[in-house]
């Protein structure tokens, strides 16, 4: 009898494990962006960064004021200030800084980024489930001590913890998803994980602020790291007990071994280097936004509260930009093949570019109705770029190039954001934000643009002779899966093999596998 309910409801167990990654990756990503929503409250406990002159905008509003708080420099300056004898500008840490560039980027991204290589690595060896559920523990622990920290050093030192964690989510779990979804869902499938990015930095924003304004057992900021810390505990929980590793699918196989790929050759084809400097620059993008977003409202706007419009737009509008995204993609490269992935990707970045620039050069209610609109094309690409990654790769190191890639896309797209402070000090925060925010979409538009021409567009229909199923391959070539990036002969199975026969790198899989997709 359990057997048969088990049977029964085995149908849900694809979406459950979706459900479970995208839950543990937005956990790790709440942890990973809280600290740009808390970092005011974090310096001014923990003494780093900057200071400067503030309004206390509990007590009026800024078109009441006679001068605005931020014209002053000087501390003293700061402190004459007032309307009918009342204070209202106060000099304390805004939580901006070089100290807090270094805190919200390098001190994460660098290690991050070498774990994710070598993670990727491994994923390509050992079970992905259980190096999965150590990385969920280790950056959910990582959280939780982070609420407990007393030095500025600690706080650094344990974002590294938690990137070294984090750092295997999406080559693990991206590997593990190609597995058990179809290529028909694969983008949105991507998609909708990689969202785990936005939506835990969107509910950053009221956990960040609302939370921290409670002071619950007087603790403050540090009540958002404990929260966030055991909920990724729960999700290494149900990581390690509730899932299994799945089959890997074979890559044009025979009996006799494996193909053997040679990396560098992967990594160096014209089009993933496109696609990876592309990447980098898009995603410097939305980090200089998303470490700047909230402390550049409060600057600029300090007696509007935008925390519960921030976070409607990340997660809602975001949120349909990321399934919209995906779906496009994949219904147009059934028809386009492999390039018309990339060009959903440069048409979404520049429809939303000019939007960007007006989200940060516009007054509050058209600042957040222009960043609505740009959010819900510029969220589109994550699932986009790693849908068309693992179909430009063969398979054998598919979640080695994934490291790889996410490697030199966080290293660029991670640390460029420090630039904002010494841009700031020449030209003003509001146009360095702006030129790294919404230029750098303007930037990756015609990168995506270049890289859409090295890619393969639709391929016609191959005849049905070859030594493997012929509904599988034509619904193979109708799905515009490529996968066949390596045309030497040494690099590819014996023409003799059971594996060639001008099949090249592609998916081989069962037919009572297919159905079961």
Known sequence: MQSTMMEKLSFLYKPYVLAVLTIGYIAGELGHYLIGVTSKATAIELDYGDQACQQNHTDFLRHELPAQCAEFIIEHECHQQHINGTVYCEWNYNGLGLE???????????????MGVVLGVAADRYNRVR?????????????????????????????????????GCNPLATGIMSDIFPESKRALVMAIFNWGIYGGYGIAFPVGRYITKLDIGGL???????????LALIMAVLTGTTLREPERQSIGEDAAGKAKVNLWKVLMQPRVLLLMFAASIRHSGGMTFAYNADLYYNIYFPDVDLGWWLFAVTIGIGSIGVVVGGIVSDKFVAKMGIRSRVACLAVSQLLATPFAFGSVYFEPLWAMITLGISYFFAEMWFGIVFAVLVEIVPLQVRSTTIGVFLFVMNNIGGNLPILVDPLAKAIGYRGSVMFFYAGFYGISTLLFFITMFFMDGPKPDAPATIGHDPTS???????????????????????????????????????SE???L
């Open 514 to 516: 297919s159905s079961r």
């Open 100 to 114: 807090y560039q270094l805190l919200a980027g390098p001190s994460f991204i660098a290690v991050f980024t070498v």
């Open 220 to 230: 403050g900021w540090r009540v958002c790291y404990y929260g966030t810390g055991v």
């Open 473 to 511: 391959h034509a619904n193979h070539v109708e799905m515009g899966h490529e996968n066949n990036t390596f045309q030497p002969d040494d690099y590819l199975p014996s023409p003799h093999s059971n594996g060639a026969n001008g099949h090249r790198n592609i998916v081989s899989v069962r037919p």
């Open 131 to 167: 190096m999965l559920f150590v990385c969920t523990l280790v950056f959910a622990i990582a959280i939780l001590f982070q609420g407990t920290v007393k030095e500025y050093w600690h706080l650094i030192l344990l974002r590294m913890v938690m990137a070294a964690g984090e750092a």
